[in-house]
């Protein structure tokens, strides 16, 4: 069986104050890695700061004999995420890995967002995990190795009630890692997002706007999980993502109750229309069946280049023959 190690690593985990960032931390160490443990130790709502939070993960690992330090600088700020890569080069000399961990939520609907939640979620989430990575980046490339982890999520990629403005957020979380991905990948740096699904503080908060009846009949479901909902369910796989073992890049993973698979953005294989007159709303209205089946396949392309040759590989039912 695969050891995955990270001894003579050093990892930044974002937001590792607690919640899955701290299981993260904490398995990194176990497996050997130094840790940059950055938290801004505030609200859910992301309010008030504090050094309470990441210094209390940092005496964990110390404590079980890991190697640690704690930094409570904003992935929001361009300063902080460079203060949070130069506390690792400082302490530890390098960088190896990095996981955008660092999350806030604000629970509204899209009519009730104000602009300052949206902002600020975008601030967090897409700008945040923006910020640390180009911070880390040009020392990776300069070393010719790194693995960035980018924190996702189901509520962006498929969408959650309430969770509007998070989800748009979290949405851009996936433009971004593709965007790294493919800079980094002749650069020996390899990049991938995940979704968690886990208990947290974070959870416990949203849990407040679901409606009791809705959470009282999915109460056995949600007992059923219950322990697989722990954050610790999801370590494996981020610690696998941030190792040299993994050669994925460019991937999506959900982490969820225990299951973990790979996600992709589908396309039906479609309706091919003419390439010599555009199709009318009502070619769309005839064949929105054939538009929506999935029946011919579901394509998962990798760039619009890959969507291109797949489009082209269906050959139009209207293209003159000789
Ligand atoms: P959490 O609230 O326990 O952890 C988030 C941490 O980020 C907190 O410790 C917080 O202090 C820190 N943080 C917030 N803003 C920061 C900033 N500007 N700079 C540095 N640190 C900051 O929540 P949880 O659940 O552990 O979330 C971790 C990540 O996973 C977040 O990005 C969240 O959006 C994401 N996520 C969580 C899911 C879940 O089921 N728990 C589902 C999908 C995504």
Redesign the pocket.
Known sequence: MTNIRFDDQVVIV????????RAYALDIARRGGAVVV?????T?E?DSRSTA?ADRVVDEITAAGGRAIANY????EAE?AQNIVDAALQAFGRVDALVN?????RIASLEDSSDEDLESLIS??LA?SYQVSKAVWPHMKRQGYGRLVF?????GLFGHEGQGC?GAA?AGVFGLMNGFALEGESHGILCNAI?????????DKAQEHIDPQMLQRASALLSEVQNAMQ?EFTAGLVSFLLSRHCTSTHGMYSSCAGRIARAFVGVTAGWQGSREVPATAEDVAGNFDEICSPGRGIYAPLGPADEFRIVMSQPSPFAGGD
Request: aromatic content about 4%; charged content about 10%.
């Open positions: 974002t937001g590792a104050g607690g919640g899955l960032g950055n938290d801004l130790g505030g859910v992301g939070m600088d904003s992935v929001a902080g961990n660092a999350g806030t939520m967090v989430h945040g924190t996702a999520s189901s509520a998070y979290k979704m968690p699904n886990a208990y947290s503080r974070m959870t954050p």
